[in-house]
C-alpha cells in the first residue's frame, strides 16, 4: 500500500524515487552500441495488481502498471520539477484560482480514437461522481467549474487556493469514448485497460504475470523496449533465485540480498544495483476503533517498548533511518526536533500502568478489568522484512508484558479483506511519502469510508483544520507552519508507530542501458532504456 498520494501517475515513480545519496551501479563494462529497438523488461513483483482503472486501486502495484499505459495532464521530471505531459502547456490567472491547460494534438488512444478536452472533462465528472468508489475525489472536489473549452483547451477553476491544483492533474486521464454512460466498477477496463500512455495493455493472467507492448505511436517517440513483463512472485527468495536464473532482469532487493547475495562476481558482471533514502516509510497502525488502542498512552507505550534501531540495524542492515513522521528527512517539510520514542522499556511499562494495564495475576501478561493485553499484527505475504519486524515487535512487547500474535496474509486478501473492510488490530504496512506534502488523502477523517485511506480511523479537528489550511495557501511557510504543526501532533498521539524510511535498493540486468539516476530516481526515463541490438535476448511478437 504504499501509494497514496500522490498517489495516481507519481507512484511508479516514486516506487524508486530518492534524492540525492549513494547511488551504487556495479558491472563490467560492455561495449555500448547504442540504442536500439527490440528486447523485453521482465520485472518481479510480490503483489498482483486489483484493478487498472487507477482512481478505482489504492495499491502501488496497481498504479504501476497503469501508470505505463495512462497519462496525466503533468507529470514530474528528473529533478522533481512540474512538467508537461498530456498538457504542452498552462497559465494560471494572477488569483491562482483559474488553470488553462494547453492540450497536445495528435494524441491518441490505443484504440486509435484521438484524445480530447472532453475526455479530461470526463475523468473529472467521474471521480467526483458519489457512485464512484474512489479514494481520490477530494482533490477534484475543491474545483469549482470545469470546462472543454474546445477541443485542446482544458480550463478549471477553483473557489479557493488549492496548493496541490497543478499536480493533481497528474491524475490519470481516462477515456471518455469507452466509459461514459457505463458503470465503472462492472467495465472490462479494470483488467483490459486503454489509455494514451508509453505501453498498451496486452494481457492479465491472475497471480501470475501481466504484459504490456510498447506503443508505437506514443507521443514522446516509442519507446525502445518492446515489452514490459510483470510476474508476481509471492516470496522474495523465490524471486531472488528467479534473479540470478535471469528469469527475471529487474527486482527490488532485500537488505541481505543487497549487502551479502548479491556481492560477487556473477552479479557484478550481469546487473548494476542502486542504492539511495527512498519516498517512503513503514508502520505499525493501529486500528483505533479498537477499544485497546484508544487511549495515547497505549500507543506512546508500545512505540518506547519497540526498538527501531534494532530494527534497522538487525533487519534493514543499517538501510534506512528511524521515521519520526510522515515525511522523508532532509525535505523541506520535514521536522526533526518532534518527541521522539527511544527504546525505553520501563517508561512504557509506566505508561501503560497509568492507563490502567497491570499484571494483577502475575502471570506476566497485563491485564485490565480481567482482560489480558493481547492482540494481532497483520502484514502482507511476500514482504519478509515487514515479517521479521513484526517478530521483533512481537519480542520487545512480549519483553512489557504484551502478548502479539502474527499473521501473514496473502496479498489481494490483505487489502480487500482486511484493510479496507477494517478487520484487523493492527497492521505493518507502507505508504509512498509525495512530492507534495499535502496529506489529506491519508489523514483527514472525512476520508475513513470504505475502501479509503484513512483505515486507522484516525480523527483530530486540530489535523483536519491545518491539512485542510495547508492544502489552500500557496504560502510555502504558512504550508511548512501546517506541516510542523501536524507532525508535532502525530508525534504526540501516535496513531502509527512510525518505524523507518528504508533505502531503495533496485537491481536491473546490465544489458539494460540509458539508465540515469536523477533527484526522482530510475524509473523517469524509462522510455528511453535500451538494450543494444547484439545483447537483446527476447522477442515481443505483435
Known amino acids: 500500500m504504499k501509494k497514496y498520494i500522490p498517489i495516481l501517475i507519481t507512484l511508479f515513480l516514486l516506487a524508486v524515487c530518492g534524492c540525492g545519496g549513494d547511488t551504487k551501479q556495479e558491472n563490467a563494462v560492455k ?78 488512444w490505443h484504440d ?21 468508489p474512489t479514494a481520490y475525489s477530494g482533490d477534484f472536489l475543491k474545483v469549482k467549474k470545469a470546462e472543454a473549452v474546445d477541443p485542446y483547451t482544458f480550463r478549471v477553476t477553483y473557489n479557493t487556493p488549492f496548493a496541490p491544483a497543478l499536480t493533481s492533474w497528474s491524475a490519470s486521464i481516462l477515456p471518455r469514448h469507452l466509459l461514459e454512460g457505463k458503470d465503472i466498477t462492472k467495465t472490462k477496463l479494470s483488467r483490459h485497460p486503454i489509455g494514451t500512455g508509453p505501453y498498451m495493455f496486452r494481457e492479465w493472467k491472475t497471480g501470475q504475470k501481466i504484459v504490456l507492448i510498447s506503443n508505437p505511436d506514443y507521443f ?10 510483470m510476474r508476481i512472485i509471492p516470496d522474495m527468495a523465490t524471486m531472488f533465485l528467479e534473479l540470478r536464473a535471469e528469469g527475471i532482469d529487474r527486482m527490488n532487493l532485500t537488505p541481505l540480498q ?38 495515547k498512552r497505549v500507543r506512546q507505550a508500545i512505540s518506547y517498548a519497540i526498538n527501531k534501531e534494532e530494527i534497522i540495524q538487525g533487519v534493514m542492515l543499517g538501510l534506512g533511518k528511524v521515521a519520526t513522521g510522515p515525511f522523508k528527512p532532509g525535505t523541506w517539510v520535514y521536522k526533526p526536533n518532534v518527541k521522539r520514542y527511544p527504546h525505553a522499556p520501563q517508561k512504557a511499562r509506566e505508561l501503560l500502568a497509568e492507563a490502567g494495564w497491570k499484571d494483577t495475576d502475575g502471570d506476566g501478561i497485563l491485564d485490565k478489568d480481567g482482560r489480558p493485553f493481547a492482540f494481532e499484527i497483520i502484514t502482507n505475504q511476500g514482504n519478509e522484512i515487514r515479517a521479521k519486524c513484526a517478530e521483533i515487535i512481537q519480542r520487545r512487547l512480549a519483553d512489557t508484558g504484551i502478548t502479539v500474535k502474527i499473521r501473514i496474509i496473502e496479498w489481494a486478501a490483505f487489502i480487500k479483506e482486511f484493510i479496507n473492510k477494517r478487520k484487523f488490530d493492527a497492521t505493518i504496512l ?40 495547508g492544502r489552500n495557501t500557496f504560502d510555502r511557510k504558512e504550508r511548512k507552519r501546517c506541516y510542523d504543526r501536524i507532525q508535532e501532533i502525530m508525534a504526540e498521539e501516535q496513531p502509527y508507530t512510525f518505524l523507518y524510511v528504508p533505502d531503495a535498493l533496485p537491481i536491473i540486468n546490465a544489458r539494460f542501458r540509458g539508465i540515469k539516476p536523477a533527484p526522482i530516481g530510475i524509473g523517469y526515463n524509462f522510455i528511453r532504456w535500451y538494450v543494444p541490438k547484439g545483447e537483446q535476448r527476447l522477442v515481443m511478437k505483435r
Open 430 to 469: 507502507g505508504w509512498t511519502i509525495p512530492l507534495d506534502p499535502d496529506l489529506y488523502d491519508v489523514w483527514h477523517s472525512s476520508k475513513m469510508g470504505p475502501e479509503e485511506l484513512n483505515f486507522i480511523s484516525y480523527k483530530n479537528d486540530e489535523v483536519d483544520e491545518l491539512l485542510e489550511k
Open 112 to 132: 486509435g480514437r484521438p484524445f480530447t478536452a472532453a475526455d479530461v472533462l470526463f475523468t473529472y465528472k467521474v471521480t467526483i461522481d458519489p457512485e464512484t
Open 258 to 295: 543487497y549487502t551479502r547475495q548479491t556481492e560477487n562476481r556473477f552479479f557484478h558482471r550481469n546487473f548494476n544495483k542502486y542504492r539511495y533514502l527512498s519516498f517512503s516509510y513503514t508502520y505499525l497502525g493501529y486500528n483505533l476503533k479498537n477499544p485497546l488502542f484508544k487511549d
Open 220 to 229: 514522446e517517440g516509442r519507446p525502445y523496449i518492446d515489452g514490459y513483463i
Open 31 to 108: 561495449a555500448d552500441t547504442g540504442p536500439a529497438y527490440g528486447d523485453i523488461m521482465v520485472t518481479g513483483s510480490i503483489g498482483d495488481a486489483s484493478n487498472l482503472i487507477p482512481i478505482l486501486s489504492t495499491d502501488s502495484t496497481s498504479h504501476g502498471i497503469a501508470s505505463m499505459i495512462f497519462n496525466g495532464l503533468v507529470k514530474y521530471d528528473k529533478d522533481l520539477n512540474i512538467v508537461g505531459d498530456l498538457a504542452k502547456s498552462w497559465d494560471i490567472s494572477e488569483d491562482g484560482l483559474t488553470f488553462t491547460f494547453h492540450l497536445r494534438k495528435g494524441v491518441k
